[in-house]
């Protein structure tokens, strides 16, 4: 998945605030601004979602009022208004040089929550009127286009490890994590999968700087780019989030505060990193309680905060997903997509996780791993090409026997029990239409049922 431009990003936008979600556009305006490389807009941003979360409990309480219209029309300038002036000034950062810096051009020249506004204009004129920052863009592009001179690459490959062995030896336990040969790139999220106890979490500690392998070369190309190779400097950049979260002593909001101060964040700009932060995942609620009083999800939340806080190029995440019910496991992972695909601030996140079929909704890349050694890795969409059937995952209320009967009429070569239910392999030609077909021309209700072609559940089986 590729990190989306500054113009689909204000379009997205867009788009939310005509679709009338101005939850989602607050978060990704928020998203937008941490893309910069400045901090501009990161007090105004918090402030429109301070005023975002206020209308909406007014109107949960007082209904839909004038005076929450009238809120509501200004919300919605404010934030079309600062999404053009992010894209802007970003466009135009692109399109300078070091020695070419035109600060009077990327400045705002007005501050959005300050404009009087009177009636809502017409969102298609919003779409289309120019704007002047954006009629000044054009014109230094056309007068710089000749001087632009090309900057060096820098490496998008955050991690790189080749022929990883870590071993252990003890009267109890014998393990070994065998020829492990990851990449992990920025923009990019790789989920490490497979069955408890088979190397997921040493693959995620190596990875993180906690452990060191027994054999292998280990590469930080994206993390060392500044010259400084030793493993604090490295670390400095890595967010790593084990599995058993330690707790943290006193008031939550101290401990941003407190972790804002570590990463060289002073005064009003540790204020407004950490307002900022907390108002991005909706965290205010609880903002003064202490670590014993909040929930395991939202401890998991917490410890992104305070991940995020340094802006890390490489995040680390084990097993984040226990504790959380499917919705808020939905909400976190699109957020992680969203770090990850930042126009500016690209992140490589690498994530294990048993939840499956989430994770390969949002992943770009998947390591199957099993007694130490990596089944499968590579791309999530490129798994299953080269199949040479289909599986479909059905549970429903017949005995085995019945269901091979049933499935009579379609070429299924084997059902295997899984669970309570079934994995049916059939010939690449049948396909969910069909199975479901036989089903319904027998009024047989189906608990569940997943098309697993391309998926690695199917690994679970095969090496179970």
């Known amino acids: 998945m590729t990190n989306a431009d500054p113009q689909s990003r204000y379009s997205e936008i867009k788009r939310l605030v005509a679709e009338n979600d101005l939850n989602a556009a607050t978060k990704r305006l928020m998203d937008f601004e941490e ?100 009629i000044d863009e054009e014109q230094f592009i056309e007068t710089q286009r000749q001087k632009i001179i090309s900057r060096p690459t820098i490496s998008s490959v955050v991690f790189q490890s080749h022929e990883l062995y870590k071993t252990y030896n003890s009267r109890s336990v014998e393990f070994k994590l065998s020829n492990i040969n990851v990449t992990l790139n920025l923009g990019e999220i790789t989920a490490v999968v497979g069955e408890n106890g088979n190397g997921k979490t040493t693959l995620l500690r190596i990875i993180a700087g ?17 010259k400084k190779t030793d493993i604090y400097s490295i670390k400095q950049q890595i967010a790593y989030i084990p599995q058993q979260l330690p707790s943290w002593d006193g008031l939550l909001v101290n401990n941003l505060h407190f972790t804002a101060a570590i990463h060289g964040f002073k005064g009003q700009k540790n204020k407004n990193r950490v307002e900022f932060i907390i108002k991005r995942l909706e965290l205010e609620r609880y903002r003064e309680a202490k670590w014993s009083e909040i929930s395991g999800g939202y401890k998991m939340r917490f410890a992104l905060a305070r991940a995020l806080i340094g802006n890390p190029k490489l995040m680390i995440l084990d097993e984040p997903l226990a504790n959380l019910d499917i919705n808020t496991q939905l909400l976190f992972l699109q957020d992680l997509r969203y770090l990850a695909n930042s126009v500016g601030k690209p992140k490589s996140i690498i994530i294990s996780s048993q939840s499956l079929y989430e994770i390969e909704n949002i992943a770009d890349n998947i390591i199957f791993i099993k007694n130490g050694q990596a089944v499968y890795n590579g791309s999530v969409k490129n798994f299953g090409e080269d199949r040479k059937e289909n599986s479909y995952e059905i549970d429903c209320n017949l005995l085995i026997e019945q269901v091979k009967d049933l499935l009579q009429k379609v ?12 994995i049916v392999h059939t010939h690449k030609e049948v396909t969910a239409n069909d199975l479901l077909k036989v089903f319904l021309e027998q009024d047989i209700s189906l608990k569940y049922f997943r098309d697993i072609s391309k998926s690695t559940r199917k690994l679970f089986e095969n090496l179970s």
């Open 411 to 422: 070429r299924y070569i084997k059902i295997e029990k899984s669970g309570s239910g079934f």
């Open 35 to 134: 893309d910069l490389p400045n901090e501009n807009y990161e007090a105004e941003i918090s402030v429109i979602r301070s005023a975002y979360t206020g209308l909406e409990s007014d109107e949960r309480i007082y209904g839909y009022t004038a005076n929450i219209d009238e809120r509501k029309k200004r919300l919605i300038i404010q934030i079309i208004q600062v999404a053009a002036l992010i894209r802007d000034n970003y466009q135009l950062k692109k399109q300078e040089t070091p020695n070419q810096q035109n600060t009077s051009l990327i400045q705002p020249k007005y501050n959005p929550l300050q404009t009087e506004l009177s009636h809502l204009p017409n969102l298609d004129e919003i779409n289309n009127k120019k704007t002047q920052l954006e």
């Open 210 to 226: 906690e452990l060191a392998p027994t054999q292998g070369k280990l590469d930080y190309p994206c993390l060392t780019s500044n």
